[in-house]
């Protein structure tokens, strides 16, 4: 299994810090946080990675190099260019991968620190005939996916407008499973073709949420609710909290045994 580790974003909410860093580089308990992420990524048996890259770039590379990939295999995909959003940023990382179409990927955000044990999402994902499973949490939020009864993708929803979509959906949203999307996400080889067969309709730069909607009904991806703390290290305001989450939760020794 590969891995894309998200980091191309501007991080404007990081503000003064993303003025002349990158938000993975921000660093938290001794760490950046595109650390966090290696670690974890490894400790679950993937060292086969790819970082997409936008803003700050040269620093992240040069970060990764000077630090010999962190044990890695470790390559990027270049968005200095043009920042792609999630699906396309999703698409062009995975067709960079040599023999892109082999393996599954497993995709997860740079700036969201967890104590999820990645070994676990991936072996519900072998156990699973599915084109991919999805990340979600049970919190508070005005955007959710919608999963049916067999916790399988049905729609999405914003609970602040009453938008629903697909907008001819006839899936019960009263009854329906309503998770906010974690990043966290393994996907099926299979999906590769499906990600540049939409990128053929609406261009190169899309948002992976709307691909996933736009599988549907057909489209088989899932539900997968991790055990486990989760911190999306997203505001300026939320520094202190980070970095106290990173000492409790993020030593050495929990990144080694417990990813």
Known sequence: ??????????????????????????????????????????????????????????????????????????????????????????????????????????????????????????????????????????RQTQRYLCFDEANRLVGWTNIATGEVRPAHSTFNLQASTKLAFSGLQILSPSVLPMLDAYAQQVGDRF??????????????FYACQPQGELLDVGKIDQLTEAENFAKKHLSDCFLAKNA
């Not at 810090?17 to 001794?30: C, E, N, Q, S």
């Not at 060292?47 to 770039?57: E, G, L, P, S």
């Not at 948002?207 to 088989?220: E, K, M, R």
């Open 1 to 138: 299994m590969k891995a894309l580790i998200f980091a191309a974003g501007l991080g404007t909410r990081l503000r003064p810090f993303t003025d002349t860093m990158p938000k993975a580089l921000l660093p938290l308990a001794g760490h950046t946080l595109l650390e966090y992420q290696i670690a974890k990524l490894r400790a679950a048996g993937i060292t086969d990675m790819i970082i997409n890259v936008h803003h700050f770039a040269d620093k992240i590379i040069n970060f990764v190099r000077e630090n010999d990939g962190f044990g890695c295999n470790i390559s990027f995909s270049d968005e200095r260019d043009c920042l792609l959003e999630t699906g396309g940023g999703l698409r062009k990382a995975w067709n960079t991968f040599a023999v892109a179409s082999d393996e599954p990927l497993l995709a997860l955000n740079a700036d969201i620190l967890s104590t999820i044990r990645l070994k676990d999402v991936i072996a519900a994902y072998k156990s699973c005939e599915c084109d991919g499973l999805l990340g979600g949490r049970e």
């Open 207 to 220: 948002s992976v949420i709307d691909f996933y909607l736009s599988t549907l009904p057909a489209g088989q």
